[in-house]
């Protein structure tokens, strides 16, 4: 009999609240290191004006004259209660720009590994079909593109052609989200999902090719084949069922490219997302917006992360019974 | 950057000899030439800056030839302020080179170190290694690195560590799979019964064969560092300005590309042929390094 305690669900889930507590120390010291500077950053010049009674008044008045740890405990408990600081400039919390962003590059993401699979699968059954073929090689050919290619490259090209050729430049328009306009939208999230589903493709097909490869030497696939199984239900119902499971735990593993290249595209294409919501914070040194969004990309990577676990037991029966 | 390292345990087998086999076998695979030759091309054209050996100095401002399109005397072109875009890639290959190979210097030694400590002493030290290890990869990587950037003062330097803490974690991972196994291979296990101390026996048993899949992963987190310190710079977070950097220069550009599209070329092909080269390297290196190819001439 086990315990709960030796569950693999539940042994995961430990691990996974440990790793965040590391998380959330990590981005702490980070915030330290940078924090010395957050008097100054708040008041600018005037800072060098500050006698040292006021200075101490300053640190007293944001908790800068306690130990760390107890720094650290009240941050973290201002945190899970939901309370991750204010702009000073835009006066909004955290929170609120957050429940705003975060969809955006949710969805962002979401179209990305779309597009990642509709190019990346194909391909590596046209390299799997016939190994160390031309069409391997041109298969091998488009996925080290995608390697290679940098996101800010391929995007910053991608928006200047499509802006001066084709006059057509949708991000131009202010952002619509898609409950404002779903058109609008879906055309503002074609070039920047292209560009990092383009990057994403290349492993995807990468694990595709070796899967589908090692799948289809097994027995099972001979022995359907010889049941008089025809072709595409042999490659669809049996080789690819079966190289789903690295698949999906690659895909999953690469929300981390994606929610750091969502910075970069974000950026390029004026989407609002979280990425752009680091980068305004980090080049209008709003620390506490940088560190409060770090924490909750780090958070939403690690529940991916999670996720695609328990994705996988789900899909491998193999997985649940060990 | 993936969470989950697969290691190709074979390569675990090769034993270490002369390096004129692993140069042959590179050369042997088209991949290796390739990737050899494409890398050695970029950091030619790096060494070619820091030789003194350009045409232009790549920082000087020289209105009078502003965005000037590819001619004899400027090969590439000039950017807006009249500097030899040439003359500024190479500047900028060489400043990228610097960081990445200084950042993958220090990610390889120290999470080499961590991942034979915790692959071969288990117990605690295995837990706290692990357990960092698991908290840097629950950071996206661009976002770690620029994270870490934000906070430091910016030099070439600190990019250098931010990058540095990036990937070390895979560096562990990379290690520590193998060493595992080997602990508990035969000829480590009389090494201890002879009673060799433990740090002689990582550094003489150990190291060695797991150095062939330490070599392959240099290669490819070269190509990562690359392209982190590109975008960094892209966004502002990478060498400061004036110094020439390929993401800046790409940003840059970004604005000229209607009417100037020559800005754009030189900087960006320079950062894919280098990244695919190291990639082909890294496949070339992954090969011949294979023991299961040895032999098959």
């Not at chain 1, 097909?205 to 595409?232: H, Q, W, Y």
């Not at chain 2, 590819?70 to 072109?77: D, M, T, V």
Request: proline letters at 5%; a positive charge; glycine letters at 10%.
């Amino acid at each position: 009999m086990r315990t709960i305690t030796r569950h693999p669900i539940a042994r995961k889930l430990a691990e996974a609240a440990l790793t965040l507590l590391g998380v959330a120390v990590l981005v702490f010291v980070m915030l330290r290191a940078t924090r010395g500077d957050q008097i100054s950053a708040t008041l600018g010049i005037e800072a060098a004006a500050l006698t040292p009674a006021q200075r101490a008044a300053l640190e007293a008045y944001y908790g800068l004259d306690q130990p760390l740890v107890v720094q650290f405990f009240s941050w973290l408990g201002n945190v899970v209660t939901g309370n991750l600081g204010y702009s000073s400039r835009s006066r909004q919390s955290v929170l609120e720009m957050t429940a705003d962003s975060l969809p955006i590059t949710f969805e962002l993401a979401v179209l990305s590994i779309i597009i990642g699979l509709l190019i990346g699968v194909p391909l590596g059954m046209l390299s799997a079909s016939r190994a160390n073929s031309l069409r391997d090689a041109f298969g091998q050919t488009v996925g080290l593109a995608g390697l290679s290619i940098p996101a800010f490259l391929l995007g910053s090209t991608m928006l200047a052609l499509s802006a001066s050729m084709l006059g057509y430049n949708p991000n131009a328009r202010g952002f619509a989200s898609f409950a404002e306009d779903p058109w609008l939208n879906l055309q503002q999230m074609l070039m920047p999902a292209l560009v990092l589903g383009f990057g994403l493709a290349a492993p995807i097909m990468r694990t595709a090719r070796s899967a589908l490869l090692e799948v289809r030497s097994m027995d099972f696939v001979r022995t359907a084949r010889s049941k008089g199984a025809g072709p595409v239900r042999v490659q669809l119902k049996h080789v690819l069922h079966n190289a789903l499971v690295p698949i999906v735990t690659m895909t999953g593993l690469q929300f981390g490219y994606l929610l750091g290249g969502a910075v970069v595209v974000e950026q390029i294409f004026s989407i609002p997302g979280i990425g752009r919501q680091v980068l305004i914070g980090i080049q209008q040194k709003e620390y506490a917006v940088v560190q409060s969004t770090v924490l909750v990309i780090a958070l939403s990577f690690v529940i991916i992360n999670l996720l695609t676990d328990l994705l996988y037991r789900v899909i491998d029966p193999r997985v649940r019974a060990q | 950057m993936s969470a989950e390292v697969t290691v190709d345990t074979t390569a675990l087998q090769a034993p270490a000899k002369g390096r004129g086999s692993v140069l042959a076998g590179i050369l042997r695979s088209p991949s290796g030439l390739i990737g050899l030759l494409l890398t050695g091309a970029v950091v030619t054209l790096g060494l070619l800056s820091v030789f003194n050996l350009l045409p232009f100095d790549p920082i000087a401002q020289r209105p009078e030839v502003r965005l000037q399109g590819p001619s004899g005397e400027h090969w590439f072109g000039t950017d807006q302020f009249g500097r030899d875009i040439l003359s500024r890639t190479a500047s900028g290959v060489a400043n990228s080179l610097l960081i990445s190979v200084v950042a993958v210097a220090f990610a390889a030694i120290i999470g080499t170190a961590g991942g034979l400590i915790a692959g071969f002493f288990r117990g605690w030290s295995d837990r706290s290694i692990s357990g960092v290890t698991n908290v840097l990869f629950a950071f996206p990587p661009l976002l770690l690195a620029l994270s870490l950037a934000s906070a430091f003062d910016r030099t070439w330097f600190t990019i250098a560590v931010a990058i540095a803490i990036v990937y070390a974690p895979i560096f562990v991972r990379v290690a520590r799979g193998p060493v595992l196994s080997l602990r508990e291979a035969d000829f480590v296990r009389s090494a201890t019964v002879v009673g060799m101390r433990r740090f002689a026996i990582i550094w003489q048993h150990i190291l060695p064969n797991i150095g062939a899949i330490v070599i392959v992963q240099i290669t490819l987190s070269l190509s990562w560092a690359v392209l982190t310190e590109a975008s960094l710079s892209f966004l502002g977070l990478g060498t400061p300005p004036p110094a020439a950097s390929l993401g800046a220069m790409i940003f840059e550009a970004r604005t000229l590309v209607n009417f100037a599209p020559w800005t754009m070329f030189a900087p960006g092909a320079v950062i894919i042929l280098l990244v695919v080269g190291l990639n082909l390297l890294g496949d070339g290196l992954r090969d011949a390094l294979d023991p299961r190819n040895r032999g098959t001439k």
